[in-house]
């Protein structure tokens, strides 16, 4: 289940998902495509309450993280 999205505010169509089983998930197509970018060493169960889409680059998130 999706738990916070965080639409990128240089590009319309791109949104960084964060879910409640520990995956980061980006759109570049507006949503058309999902594509995964969980970090290899994120932990399986992390919960994202919070993610920023970066203002200043656009393959750039920030994601606060719960386990």
């Excluded at 495509?33 to 919070?50: D, E, Q, S």
């Amino acid at each position: 289940m999706v738990y916070t999205l965080a639409p990128s505010p240089l590009d319309i169509n791109l949104i960084w998902a964060g879910t409640d089983d520990g995956l980061i998930h980006v759109t570049r197509d507006g949503g058309k495509t999902w594509t995964n970018v969980t970090p290899p060493r994120l932990l399986r169960g992390a919960k994202f309450p919070i993610m920023d889409a970066s203002h200043f680059d656009k393959n750039v998130a920030y994601a606060a993280v719960n386990r």
